[in-house]
């Protein structure tokens, strides 16, 4: 007896490939790292600094590092 053809998936239209690119990308993305950088700086390193030498020296020992980590990414030639 003859086997139907197998069927391949539907094509995929432009609706879910922007789909799959927001979850992994952004949504993804921003759970997994941006998350883990945000609980790390203001969670820990803000916080530990802040109750040894007060709110505003805190915030601003935290801004430093924060910054010289982020500045030379606005130097970079290709964003994408």
Known sequence: ?????????????????????QFVDVIFGAL?????????????????LMERHGVLPGALLTALPLAAIH????????WT
């Open 71 to 78: 500045v030379p990414l606005s130097f970079e030639g290709n």
């Open 1 to 21: 007896m003859r086997r139907p053809p197998e069927r391949s998936s539907a094509p995929r239209g432009w609706g879910s490939v922007v789909g799959d690119h």
């Open 32 to 48: 997994l790292i941006n998350l883990r950088a945000e609980t790390a700086w203001s969670g820990f390193t803000q916080s530990r």
